[in-house]
């Protein structure tokens, strides 16, 4: 792809490019040149696209063998990248820019339409126009798969479940009955959504189970990482906001209400009941507490552990979890712990000698 082509494609997202700036050296000509792939700035070749996000990076301008950069606005990095002969654009946001970028070098698998021999459409089950199904794929009797939707081999969709227009479920995930998913979603392999909730009543001989009758609903551009589990509620729903994305091993328990435009990362697990607002963000290994609830704009760092409301905003870290300039003064003093503990020895130690 032509350098020139990728600029016009990024469209307003460019303030300035090499082939079009004329105030860093109207005396050299650049020209154009073809790129084949991308690459971090330390790997790329002279065919690769790549791009610069804060001064970590700032240092590879001066030895990279890029192609051409995807750069910010800053003119000192543009200047340096031009006196190297490497084609640059200009971008406000450059990590935003190269993702981007990345769609006009690569697509992601994508079956053609149609249905594999193998796979099982039960009697009932309504499927929409350009539907691919993958081998061995399962569709129960009054399940609704919407138009342009891709299911992978093995998947298996559960009776009266909705699958909207263009999601994708790729091999190996299950969808259980009454399931409500939106259009433009994104199911990873062995992902399972709206299963059982843990919905057990303690009896005098034990526990006895309470079925769990509600279901689960992902809005409109949700994504579930791989070996994710979203559990159907016991009553009601278990809803995921739009565009809403959540990474691999990623536990959301029944009866949880997730907001727009939340981040998760691996293996981040939430009990029964949990509300999380609008564009949260939970680091890896984040646990939260049965019925927390977490404000609009809070982060949580990694392995935090919320056992009570976080408000809206707020940044918290450990476990349990405080506020996060708490969490760095407490750290603080506990690494100091042994001085601490051999300074109280000293001390009680004096005072039994004094006292003698």
């Known amino acids: 792809m032509k350098f020139s082509q990728i600029v016009a494609a990024l469209g307003d997202q460019v303030t300035a490019s090499s082939l079009v700036s004329s105030n860093l050296d109207s005396k050299r000509d650049v020209g154009d040149r073809t790129l084949t792939g991308l690459a971090a700035i330390q790997e790329a070749t002279a065919n690769d696209l790549s791009y610069v996000e804060g001064a970590k990076f700032v240092s590879y301008i001066s030895t990279t063998q890029a192609g051409a950069l995807i750069l910010p606005n800053d003119e000192a990095l543009q200047v340096q990248a031009s006196d190297r002969d490497i084609l640059w654009i200009g971008v406000k946001d450059p990590r935003l820019a190269f993702a981007r970028a990345i769609n006009y070098f690569y697509q992601p698998y994508r079956r053609s339409a149609g249905i594999h021999p193998s796979a099982v459409i039960e009697v009932g089950a309504q499927i929409g126009d350009e539907v691919a199904i993958g081998p061995l794929a399962v569709v129960h009797s009054g399940a609704k798969v919407g138009d342009r939707a891709c299911i992978h081999a093995g998947a298996v969709v559960y009776p009266d479940a909705t699958i909207g227009q263009n999601t994708v479920l790729h091999a190996n995930c299950v969808v259980h009955e009454r399931t409500q998913i939106g259009d433009n979603c994104v199911i990873h392999s062995g992902a399972v959504i709206g299963s059982e909730g843990f919905g057990f009543v303690p009896t005098a001989t034990g526990w006895e189970k309470m079925h769990q009758s509600g279901v689960a609903v992902l809005e409109e551009g949700v994504e579930i990482g791989c070996n994710s589990t979203v559990d159907r509620a016991a009553v009601g729903e278990t809803r995921i906001g739009k565009n809403t994305k959540i990474d691999n091993m990623v536990h959301i328990a029944h009866s949880c209400q997730i ?93 039994i000698e004094t006292n003698d």
């Open 259 to 351: 907001g727009e435009a939340v981040a998760m990362a691996a293996q981040v697990g939430m009990a029964g009941g949990t509300i999380i607002g609008n564009r949260v963000i939970l680091a890896g290994q984040v646990g939260i507490a049965n019925k927390a609830k977490i404000g609009d704009g809070a982060i949580a760092s990694a392995q935090a552990g919320i056992s009570s409301n976080v408000a809206p905003g707020e940044i918290v870290s450990g476990s349990p979890a405080l506020p996060h300039k708490i969490f760095l003064k407490s750290s603080a003093i506990i690494r100091r712990l042994p001085e601490i503990a051999k300074s109280v020895k000293q001390m009680q130690k004096q005072l």
